[in-house]
C-alpha cells in the first residue's frame, strides 16, 4: 500500500518550511523572511508511532495576487491538495487572522478533504491561548496551537494527522496488476507516450476512481497482460518559472512513484539529460522502485554510429546512483521501439520480485570475502557471518557482522556488484540492512 501524502499549506510567511524542517528532523526547505523563497526539495518521508507518511511543502497561497510566481504557487498548491489524504492549513498567531486566510479556506473547504487548522509561532500556550481561539472564525473546527521552531505541539498535532488517515481494507492488496508511472519533466512527452502506448486521446481517457484530477490511471493490455500505467502529464505551462515547474514535477513524481512498481523515467532526447531527470530519478531510488529510463525524441536526433553509446554514457553519468537502471531509446511520435517498452518492464518486474535461496547467497558471499578482504581498521577486522533475503520490491539483504561501524559502503558496493553479477537483478535497486552479532566466545 503507498504512503499517505500529507500537504502543509498556507499563506507565505507563516512558517510552513519550519514545521516542515521540523517534521522532517533536518533542514530541507529553505527558510527566509520572504513570501516565495521556498525553492528547495519540498517533501520527506515522516515516520509517527507505527504510521509512514510523505510530507509535501508548498509555496505560500496569495489567491488574489496577479505576480506571475504567485500564481504559480496556487497553482502549484491546488496539486499538492487534490494529491493529498491530509491538508494541515497553518496560519499564524502573531498576524492573527488576515483576509487571505478566509481565502485560503474556502478554497480549502471546497476540496472535501480532511483539514486540520495549525497556528503557528505560539511560543506560550498559556499566554497566547485566547489568541489561538480567535481563528476559530475561519469554521474549519478546533485549532490546533503549534511551535515549529520550539518543536511544542508536534505530538499531538500528528495525533490527529493519523487519525484521518485512510484505513487499508485490503483492497490494495487484492489487486496485483503491475502499476507503471510515467514520470519526468514538463514537456519531455509523457502524454504523448500514453496517448500512443493506448491509442486514445489523452482527454477522453476514463480516470480510475480515486485519482486525482490531474493524475489520470489507465488500464492497459499488452500481450495478454494487464498494467495500470500512472499519467502525471498534463502541467499547464505558464511561463518559463524553472524552480516552479520543478516544484510541479516533484509533486507529481512523489505521488505517482509511491503508487508505483515501476517507473519509466522519460528524457527528451533533444534537450539532453539534466539535473532535473537525476533529482526525479531520485525520488524513484530512494523508494527501491524499479526504473526504465525511456529516452524520447530518438527520431529528432541526427546520429551516427556513436550516438547511442554517447547518450547512454551522458545518461549513466548524470544517474550515476543508479547504474542499475535499464535505457532505451524511443520516439512516442512515431512509435518507435514502443512494443520492446513493456519487454524491459516485465523484466523488471521479475527482478523486482526475484528471491535466492540463503545457501545460494552465502556461496557467493564466501567467494567475494576470498577475492577481497573485508576492510579493517587499528587491527580490527570486519568479520560478515552469513547473509540473507528478508523481502522484494526491492530484494533486500540482511547482512550479520561483528561490528556495523567496519562495514563501510564501498564494500557493500562491492558485494552487491558480485550479487549482481550473478543474478543480474536488471531494472531493480538492492537495498542492504547490516545486523551486528558479537563473537562467540
Known amino acids: 500500500m503507498s504512503k499517505p501524502i500529507v500537504a502543509i499549506v498556507g499563506r507565505p510567511n507563516v512558517g510552513k518550511s519550519t514545521l516542515f524542517n521540523s517534521l522532517a528532523g533536518h533542514n530541507i526547505s529553505i527558510v527566509k523572511d520572504t513570501p516565495g523563497v521556498t525553492r528547495d526539495r519540498i517533501y520527506a518521508d515522516v515516520s509517527w508511532l507505527n504510521y509512514q507518511f510523505t510530507l509535501i511543502d508548498t509555496g505560500g497561497i496569495e489567491p488574489e495576487s496577479k505576480d506571475v510566481i504567485l500564481s504559480q504557487m496556487r497553482e502549484q498548491a491546488q496539486m499538492a491538495i487534490d494529491t493529498a489524504h491530509v491538508i494541515l492549513f497553518i496560519v499564524d498567531v502573531r498576524q492573527g487572522l488576515q483576509d487571505a486566510d478566509d481565502k485560503v479556506a474556502d478554497m480549502l473547504r471546497r476540496s472535501g478533504k480532511p483539514v486540520l487548522l495549525i497556528v503557528n509561532k505560539v511560543d506560550s500556550f498559556e499566554k497566547q491561548m485566547m489568541d489561538v481561539y480567535e481563528f476559530y472564525n475561519l469554521g474549519m473546527g478546533e485549532p490546533i496551537p503549534v511551535s515549529s521552531s520550539g518543536k511544542l505541539g508536534l505530538g499531538d498535532m500528528l495525533d490527529e494527522v493519523v487519525r484521518h488517515f485512510p484505513q487499508n481494507d485490503g483492497a490494495d492488496e487484492e489487486d496485483d496488476t503491475p502499476r507503471i508511472a510515467i514520470i519526468g519533466k514538463p514537456n519531455v512527452g509523457k502524454s504523448s507516450l500514453i496517448n500512443k502506448l493506448t491509442g486514445k486521446n489523452r482527454s477522453i481517457v476514463s480516470d480510475i476512481a480515486g485519482t486525482t484530477r490531474d493524475a489520470i490511471d489507465t488500464r492497459l493490455t499488452v500481450n495478454g497482460k494487464e498494467y495500470i500505467l500512472i499519467d502525471t502529464a498534463g502541467i499547464r505551462r505558464k511561463s518559463k518559472i524553472r524552480e516552479e515547474l520543478e516544484r510541479y514535477s516533484i509533486i507529481r513524481a512523489v505521488t505517482a512513484v509511491e503508487k508505483a512498481d515501476v517507473v519509466v523515467l522519460v528524457i527528451d532526447a533533444v ?12 525520488i524513484a531510488h530512494e523508494r527501491g522502485k524499479g526504473v526504465l529510463v525511456a529516452v524520447n525524441k530518438w527520431d529528432a536526433v541526427e546520429k551516427d554510429d556513436r550516438t547511442v553509446n554517447k547518450f547512454s554514457a551522458d545518461v549513466r553519468n548524470t544517474l550515476s546512483f543508479m547504474p542499475y537502471a535499464e535505457i532505451i531509446f524511443i520516439s512516442a511520435l512515431t512509435g518507435q521501439r514502443l512494443p520492446r517498452l513493456f519487454n524491459f518492464i516485465d523484466v523488471i518486474l521479475e527482478n523486482q520480485s526475484l528471491r535466492i535461496q540463503t545457501g545460494v547467497l552465502n556461496e557467493i558471499l564466501t567467494e567475494a570475502v576470498a577475492m577481497q578482504q573485508p576492510p579493517s581498521d587499528r587491527g580490527r577486522r570486519l568479520k560478515i557471518y552469513y547473509m540473507t533475503q528478508v523481502a522484494v520490491k526491492p530484494p533486500t539483504f540482511v547482512l550479520f557482522v561483528n561490528d556495523k561501524e567496519l562495514m563501510h559502503f564501498s564494500y557493500v558496493r562491492y558485494l ?9 537483478f536488471r531494472g531493480t535497486p538492492l ?3 547490516i545486523r551486528e552479532r558479537k563473537d562467540k566466545k
Open 431 to 433: 537495498k542492504f540492512i
Open 416 to 424: 552487491e556488484n558480485r550479487i549482481r553479477d550473478a543474478f543480474g
Open 271 to 282: 534537450q539532453g539529460v539534466t539535473e532535473q531527470d537525476a533529482k526525479i530519478a531520485g
